[in-house]
């Protein structure tokens, strides 16, 4: 049986054509029942750790700005497949079978991915990101295996991830620059510390604080002790970086929202969970973005 459509005319004239149900058309319905929902990356504070380093080292010397901006591109694909080769592995492990719907999505997405920024460090022989490429596929295994394990939330899962998603920015260094340099290196460094101060913050603030009562001073000092190490260590590290490779003191201001972030979160206790994780990450993107903008000016204001 034939069926009547009718269409609407750029001259308000109206037109129908015969549709046959036999003519097998398009339809995405199809592909999502097919697929499953389009996997999603819930820990929204991963997308500033890969993102902002990436777009940082591209700003740095825009050699191959398309080239680039394609190259982070498919960073972002085999990043969205992070989510479904854990649901994969999870599904694999309890139930003995693997989940199909999880597999085609880490098969689309990852595989995509690995070809585009395949195709684009053999087009313009960047072996040394190649080299790269696959000590950051370790390290991303290596958390997967943390994330079945149920270790992720552990500082070093947490590490670990930041150090393989702020490898971004060597990666688009490399890719501009044909080697890494001391430059690159200092790049990477100032971002794994930048993102990293972010855990031991977070910890405090949202996963040890609203647990415990308030204590006195002292017993402040004591529940921070990580985050006042690791921001003696940080500041430590900047100094020496900047007296030794002649960088502008802004590379210290780029850092001050976070050291005044952490003193004010480690006295101004997070009493019965006030402060939401999304109050928090939003936070953390503002200061995010004020941290790529001088970092930024701090490469190109040297003393």
Do not use: C
């Amino acid at each position: 049986m034939e069926e009547y459509i009718k269409f609407k005319l750029q001259d308000n004239s109206q037109k129908y054509v015969i549709f046959s149900p036999n003519i097998q058309t398009f339809n995405m319905s199809y592909f999502k029942n097919f697929l499953g929902p389009f996997p999603k990356q819930r820990q929204h504070g991963a997308w500033a750790m890969f993102l902002v380093p990436a777009f940082l080292a591209l700003f740095l010397n825009p050699a191959l700005v398309y080239s680039s901006l394609l190259l982070i591109f498919s960073f972002i694909l085999i990043f969205l497949a992070h989510q479904p080769a854990s649901k994969f592995l999870r599904f694999l492990k309890n139930k003995g079978r693997p989940d199909s719907r999880s597999f085609l999505w880490v098969l689309l997405l990852a595989g995509s991915g690995f070809l585009i920024s395949g195709y684009l460090l053999v087009h313009y022989q960047r072996w040394n990101a190649l080299i790269l490429g696959g000590i950051v596929g370790i390290l991303l295994l290596m958390h997967l295996w943390m994330t079945l394990n149920k270790e992720a939330l552990s500082i070093t899962a947490e590490l670990i991830g930041v150090l393989g998603l702020t490898a971004s920015a060597p990666f688009i260094y490399i890719f501009n620059n044909v080697s890494l340099g001391a430059e690159g290196w200092v790049l990477w460094m100032l971002n794994f510390l930048y993102f990293s101060g972010s855990i031991f913050y977070i910890k405090l603030k949202l996963r040890w604080q609203p647990s415990h009562p308030e204590p006195s001073f002292p017993g402040k000092i004591k529940a921070g002790k990580l985050l006042i190490i690791f921001s003696i260590f940080l500041i430590l590290y900047l100094f020496f970086t900047i007296q030794i490779r002649g960088y502008s003191w802004l590379f210290m201001v780029a850092f001050l929202p976070f050291f005044l972030k952490a003193a004010y979160g480690l006295i101004n206790w997070n009493t019965n969970g006030r402060q939401k994780p999304k109050s928090v990450g939003l936070l953390e993107l503002k200061h995010s973005m004020i941290f790529l903008f001088l970092t930024l000016l701090a490469f190109h204001l040297p003393l």
